[in-house]
Nanobody
Framework: QVQLVESGGGLVQPGGSLRLSCAAF????????MDWYRQAPGKQRELVAA???????DYADSVKGRFAISRDNAKNTVYLQMNSLKPEDTAVYYC??????????????????WGQGTLVTVSS
């Protein structure tokens, strides 16, 4: 099974910074888009940032200018650098990946997988 393992969450003061990491493990033929989502208590899960295999990025309006998504394809890892953190950024952050696994020469399913989530708390 392909798994995403997240790390880097924790408690940080408003205005502080934090970097989240998410590494994919298992046989993967290729990874397309990797994303970060977040879900605060009582709220819907929302897309925070996304990055394609070629490095094209997209951000939620609420984090533009403060967050930066990047990836290391050799390590199958995506990062989320979070700066100028605000209390409203408090949430469980989930990484997500769209990937292809090559089962046979004619069977290559396009799948997706979610990380377990890591809690980010922004508070004084």
């Amino acid at each position: 099974q392909v798994q995403l393992v997240e790390s880097g969450g924790g408690l940080v003061q408003p205005g502080g910074s934090l970097r989240l990491s998410c590494a994919a493990f298992g046989y993967i033929y290729s990874i397309d888009t990797m994303d970060w989502y977040r879900q605060a208590p009582g709220k819907q899960r929302e897309l925070v940032a996304a990055i394609t295999s070629d490095g094209s990025t997209d951000y939620a309006d609420s984090v533009k200018g403060r967050f930066a998504i990047s990836r290391d394809n050799a390590k199958n890892t995506v990062y989320l650098q979070m700066n100028s953190l605000k209390p409203e950024d408090t949430a469980v952050y989930y990484c997500h990946a769209d990937y292809i696994v090559l089962l046979t020469t004619t069977l290559a399913p396009y799948l997706d997988v979610w990380g377990q989530g890591t809690l980010v708390t922004v508070s004084s």
